[in-house]
C-alpha cells in the first residue's frame, strides 16, 4: 500500500462485499442504472412499474438488440460486475462484452415473476482509464436489466486527452471520459482552425493528472471578420 491509498480508506470499507482471496486489493462500488446507458438499440426503457431501482430498467426485445455503457472509469485489473436483473422465465441469454471483446455469455436464472429482482456476478479484467461495457441479447426473448455496479480497484490519476482539432462536443465527451472535468471554454478567432474546432487545450495532452482535474479549452470563433 503507498501513500496515497490511504486517503481512500472509505473506498476499502465500501468494497468489502466483494473482498476475497484474489480481489484483495481495495474496490469501489459504482452503480451504473441500465436506463442511462450511453448506447442501447432495440430495448424499451421503462419506469419503476416493477421494484427497479433508479429511475427505471431496460427491457431487452430480440436478438442483437443492446446495451452498452461507454464510461466505465477504473484502474486496470480484475472487476466484478453485478447485475440486477428480472426474467419470469429461463432460456435467456445475453453475451457480455467488454471493451468491444466479448467475455462471457450469461444465462439469466428465471426468476418466476416479473417483480422479483435477483443479481448475476460475473468477473472480467478492465484497463485502466475509461471501459466500454456491452450487455447483447442472444437468445429471442431477453431479461430486463435494472443496473450494474462495478466493484473495481479505483483510478486516481489518468492521462488527458489530446483534443486539439476535436470539435467543443466531441472534446468535451473525451474529457468526461477520461474522468477529468470541462474548465473554461474560450474563444478565440483563427485562420486555421475551423469554427467550432479546439485550437488549444489547457493542461495540454499527453499529461497524467489526478481524476477530476478541469481541462480549459480555447475554441476557433473562426476567420476574423473582414472589413
Ligand atoms: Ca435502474
Redesign the pocket.
Known amino acids: 500500500m503507498n501513500k496515497r491509498r490511504n486517503g481512500m480508506i472509505f473506498l476499502v470499507v465500501a468494497g468489502l462485499v466483494f473482498a476475497g482471496a484474489s480481489f484483495a486489493d481495495s474496490v469501489t462500488d459504482v452503480i451504473y442504472?441500465?436506463?442511462n446507458a450511453e448506447a442501447m438499440e432495440g430495448v424499451t426503457s421503462k419506469g419503476l412499474d416493477t421494484g427497479?431501482?433508479?429511475?427505471?430498467?431496460v427491457d431487452f426485445g430480440s436478438s442483437g438488440c443492446y446495451i452498452r455503457w461507454n464510461r466505465i472509469l477504473s484502474d486496470a485489473g480484475e472487476a466484478v460486475l453485478t447485475f440486477r436483473y428480472t426474467t419470469k422465465s429461463g432460456g435467456r441469454h445475453t453475451v457480455l462484452f467488454v471493451n468491444g471483446s466479448q467475455v462471457e455469455a450469461i444465462a439469466w436464472k428465471e426468476m418466476g415473476s416479473w417483480t422479483v429482482w435477483g443479481t448475476n456476478a460475473v468477473k472480467v479484467t478492465l484497463k485502466k482509464g475509461n471501459n466500454t461495457i456491452e450487455l447483447r441479447q442472444s437468445s429471442a426473448e431477453g431479461p430486463n436489466i435494472?443496473?450494474m455496479t462495478v466493484s473495481s480497484k479505483p483510478i486516481t490519476h489518468n492521462s488527458v486527452p489530446d483534443l486539439t482539432g476535436f470539435s467543443q462536443a466531441d472534446a468535451e465527451s473525451n474529457i468526461i471520459s477520461a474522468g477529468m472535468a470541462v474548465g473554461t471554454v474560450f474563444t478565440e478567432e483563427s485562420g486555421t482552425v475551423e469554427a467550432g474546432r479546439v485550437i488549444r487545450q489547457s493542461p495540454t495532452g499527453g499529461l497524467t493528472l489526478p481524476i477530476g482535474s478541469k481541462i480549459d479549452l480555447v475554441v476557433s470563433r473562426g476567420m476574423p471578420a473582414v472589413g
Open positions: 442504472e441500465a436506463e427497479a431501482l433508479g429511475t427505471g430498467y435494472d443496473q
